[in-house]
Structures are given as structure tokens and as C-alpha cells.
């Protein structure tokens, strides 16, 4: 059972370039969510979906978008990469009211 | 102010010494979540508890609905036990819930 898969592990991104930040889950969770980390900050919420078809922003949508069009996917676009989305990106999933299963999280340094 | 609250913010200790970390939050919540980081790895949760107290091996979880207070325990601390603890509060209900994180403590145990 892999739970939550975030790939890539790393990545290194010119401004103005984008990628797309991948998340699949095998556990038939309806609810996904991406964060990002930054140091000395709590995670922010980025976008989440509640089931395939159906997403919704968070507290730092800007310069992000998503998408979902099955129950195990949940990509995350950056369309032009700025110095400020350097950070730490955690994709979850759950059932609802149950804890949080997190992926291994990717590093983005954006230059 | 932050919703979420955690004291300290760094924590060194001894093995061996009994850890207590704390969480204060501003909002009503569902339920409170105690989740584990280390150095350069993903988050796992160690505890989801909307009342009373919750052991896990040397690890207990207590919150007091009433105060906004949430405490995680650590007895007999150990070097392995050097990570950083997210405290994080689930709000919401129906199809929308949402965890708003602590900045995290981050705890070293020296042998």
C-alpha cells in the first residue's frame, strides 16, 4: 500500500518557467489537499478537493492551480514560476473527519 | 494573532526527561491533531482526539475543549524521539474540513 506518492522529490525551476507538481493516492480518499511549508511558518493551504471534479482554494491559491479528474489524482501547476514559490509542497488526502495521510513532500527552489 | 499557538518553539532536553509540548487555539474546531516531522522527511500523525486523552506508547495527547488547550507528552524521551510537533486544529463539517497547523516545536533530545 503506497498511500500518498508526491513526485518529484526536488526540483530546480528558472522564474517564469512552470511544472506541474504531481500527487496520486491509493486509498480511495475523497478529500486531497496541497500545502506548501515555508521555514518558521505552519503549513499553508493551498488548494483542496472534497472528490473528483470538485476543488477549491485555500489560503494561498495565487500563482497555482489545480485540477481533478479522478479520485486518486491531484495535480498541482505552477504556470510562471516566481522566487516566491520557493518552498516545501505536502500533498495530503483523508477521509474527511479522520487524520491526514501526507506524502514525502517536494523541495522547489525556484532561481 | 495565529489561530494555532505552540510553546515553545524549541525545546532541548536530556534523554530520559519527560517533554511537554503546548497548543492554544482561537477557533472552534471538530477535532486537534498532533502530527510528527523530522529533518528532512514527510509528516506523520501521531494523535486525532476531540476529547479527553489518548495514550501511544510513550506518547500522550490530552485537550481541554473548554480552555483551547491541547498538550503532548513525551515520557522517557529518547534522541529518536528529535523531530518537529505540528499541533493543528480540523474545522469544519459536512463535505469541508480544513486543518489550520502551529508553526511546530522543534524538540532535541541529546543523549
Known amino acids: 500500500n503506497a498511500g500518498v506518492t508526491q513526485t518529484p522529490k526536488f526540483r530546480i525551476l528558472k522564474i517564469g518557467q512552470s511544472m506541474t507538481l504531481q500527487c496520486a493516492q491509493d486509498m480511495n480518499h475523497n478529500y486531497m489537499y496541497w500545502y506548501r511549508q515555508d521555514p518558521g511558518m505552519g503549513l499553508k493551504l493551498i488548494y483542496y478537493?472534497?472528490?473528483?471534479?470538485?476543488?477549491d482554494k485555500g489560503e494561498v491559491p495565487n500563482g497555482y492551480n489545480v485540477s481533478r479528474s479522478t479520485t486518486e489524482d491531484f495535480p498541482l501547476r505552477l504556470e510562471l514560476a516566481a522566487p516566491s514559490q520557493t518552498s516545501v509542497y505536502f500533498c495530503?488526502?483523508?477521509?474527511?473527519?479522520?487524520?491526514?495521510?501526507f506524502g514525502d513532500g517536494t523541495r522547489l527552489s525556484i532561481l | 494573532k495565529n489561530e494555532v499557538e505552540q510553546s515553545p518553539q524549541n525545546l532541548t532536553a536530556q534523554e530520559g526527561e519527560f517533554i511537554t509540548i503546548n497548543c492554544s487555539y482561537s477557533v472552534g474546531i471538530s477535532a486537534l491533531h498532533w502530527l510528527q516531522q523530522h529533518p528532512g522527511g514527510g509528516i506523520v500523525s501521531l494523535f486525532m482526539l476531540s476529547s479527553g486523552k489518548k495514550k501511544h506508547g510513550r506518547l500522550i495527547a490530552t485537550i481541554n475543549i473548554q480552555e483551547k488547550h491541547s498538550s503532548l507528552h513525551i515520557t522517557a524521551s529518547h534522541p529518536r524521539d528529535s523531530a518537529v510537533y505540528i499541533c493543528?486544529?480540523?474545522?469544519?463539517?459536512?463535505?469541508?474540513?480544513?486543518?489550520?497547523f502551529g508553526k511546530g516545536t522543534l524538540l532535541t533530545v541529546n543523549p
Open positions: 493543528a486544529v480540523l474545522q469544519g463539517g459536512g463535505s469541508n474540513y480544513k486543518l489550520t
Open positions: 478537493s472534497v472528490g473528483a471534479g470538485i476543488t
Open positions: 495530503a488526502s483523508t477521509n474527511g473527519n479522520q487524520p491526514q495521510h
